[in-house]
């Protein structure tokens, strides 16, 4: 049972756009989302975090929102930019609770074009 | 430089043949996990372990072995690979299992079973 869904396998947009990326979960006990970018070759890597006491959380070019009645967080990206392109891991966690670690999603694949 | 250096990056072998893949962190980091990532069910893990000599499973942990003699070190062992072990594995570490903490993930590595 996939608790941390990424409906969309990839996504496409044209530079200097925004990207909007979409994550959905499942279990009402997560209260920290986290986002990971990954590249070809290379691990995963932080980018952008929120807890659930917020409903957004900026980060120079990227900001998080949540939604927690909807069980919905997205990742927006403005200006767009080609090195931006990479694979997006949405992670939730029910910090402090039974389980306390990261399930992540199953990555968005982030293709800006020049 | 702080980093979790997996070994090998690259391997394939052959069914049956017992192999170990290497973690080892520089960080000083107290918990460490394995990670199998495939396409279409995104990052799944494999065992975490909270500190030196204390080891749980993940969410996948059949057919997989680790151990934590060291704080630095956390090999992932499997005795008789089967082809549907064929996946790309990460090691990460981070200064606790809690969300809150960064997860540092080392380069992959891909291993593929005949």
């Known amino acids: 049972d996939q608790q941390v869904k990424q409906n969309s396998p990839s996504l496409s947009v044209q530079e200097g756009r925004i990207s909007i990326l979409n994550c959905d979960y499942t279990n009402s006990m997560f209260d920290y989302f986290l986002w990971y970018k990954k590249y070809p070759a290379e691990g995963p890597t932080f980018l952008i975090s929120i807890s659930s006491i917020k409903d957004k959380n900026e980060d120079g070019r990227f900001t998080v929102f949540l939604n927690k009645s909807a069980k919905h967080l997205s990742l927006h990206i403005v200006p767009s930019q080609p090195g931006d392109s990479a694979v997006y891991f949405c992670a939730a966690s029910d910090y402090g609770g039974a389980t306390n670690k990261l399930i992540f999603g199953t990555g968005t694949l982030l293709a800006v074009q020049p | 430089e702080a980093q979790v250096t997996q070994n090998p990056r690259y391997l394939i072998t052959v069914t049956g043949k017992k192999l170990t893949v290497t973690c080892s962190q520089n960080?000083?980091?107290?918990?460490m996990s394995w990670y199998r990532q495939d396409p279409g069910l995104g990052l799944r893990q494999i065992y975490y372990?909270?500190?030196?000599?204390?080891?749980d499973k993940g969410d996948v942990p059949e057919g997989y072995k680790v151990s934590r003699k060291e704080k630095r070190n956390f090999p992932l062992i499997l005795e008789s690979p089967s082809p549907n072990q064929t996946s790309l594995y990460f090691c990460a570490s981070s200064f606790g299992q809690g969300a809150d903490y960064g997860y540092t993930f080392g380069s992959g590595t891909r291993l593929t079973v005949v």
């Open positions: 960080m000083n980091h107290e918990y």
């Open positions: 372990s909270m500190n030196v000599e204390v080891t």
